[in-house]
């Protein structure tokens, strides 16, 4: 799971009602690196998923304007064996918060 270079790790989280059923889940929140903002997270994120061995990467974001994108951002992407992740950047928070749920091969990836 790539993090822009500065992230710090703040503590663990996880979806509301726990992992779906038959996942393993595991669930982090970073301080984002300071400078970071506007449509800086979409730009690492979108580069660096696909770079990183993700697919079916998906901006939830990608059509709102400024400001609106500005303020966060959240993007979804699967990776094959089936592991699901999802990444959300919250900027009045200043926070990173990703979860990883592993399906054990039960999910194929939706592409």
């Known amino acids: ?56 990467v998906t901006d939830s974001d990608a059509g709102l304007p400024a400001p609106a994108a500005d303020q966060g951002m959240s993007f979804t992407a699967y990776r094959d064996g089936g592991t699901a992740l999802f990444v959300a950047y919250d900027a009045h928070a200043g926070q990173l918060a990703t979860i990883v749920d592993d399906f054990h091969g039960a999910l194929p990836a939706p592409c």
């Open 1 to 56: 799971m790539p993090l822009p270079s500065g992230a710090v790790y703040a503590r663990a989280a996880g979806l509301p009602g726990g992992a779906p059923a038959g996942a393993t889940e595991g669930g982090w929140v970073f301080a984002a690196p300071r400078g970071m903002r506007g449509r800086d997270p979409h730009a690492f994120y979108a580069r660096q998923l696909p770079a990183s061995g993700w697919r079916c």
